[in-house]
Nanobody, 115 residues
Framework: QVQLVESGGGLVQPGGSLRLSCAAS????????MGWHRQAPGKQRELVAI???????NYVDSVKGRFTISRDNAKNSVYLQMNSLKPEDTAVYYC?????????WGQGTQVTVSS
């Protein structure tokens, strides 16, 4: 079974950029979609971005034009490029793989946007 490990989080000033990586222990080509979710303190986990097996992408309105999700099946990795970061982007970001009948989640990586 695939395991997911996120990396790339950290502390960044408003307007800065981060690139999150999600490394899978096995093939991600069989996943229907790969995605990134985030959870801020005291809030529900929300979908940020998803990418289908065919490469189609969707984003939550608040990150459109600033975030880009991509995948590299050869490297079994998914990425989230985050530009023009805002304090409200502060959250733990989780990688997700969706298969028929079940989901797989990474452990999360903290992103903090603050001066």
């Amino acid at each position: 079974q695939v395991q997911l490990v996120e990396s790339g989080g950290g502390l960044v000033q408003p307007g800065g950029s981060l690139r999150l990586s999600c490394a899978a222990s096995g093939s991600i080509s069989t996943a229907n979609t790969m995605g990134w979710h985030r959870q801020a303190p005291g809030k529900q986990r929300e979908l940020v971005a998803i990418i289908s097996s065919g490469g189609s992408t969707n984003y939550v309105d608040s990150v459109k034009g600033r975030f880009t999700i991509s995948r590299d099946n050869a490297k079994n990795s998914v990425y989230l490029q985050m530009n023009s970061l805002k304090p409200e982007d502060t959250a733990v970001y989780y990688c997700n793989a969706r298969y028929i009948g079940y989901n797989i989640w990474g452990q999360g990586t903290q992103v903090t946007v603050s001066s």
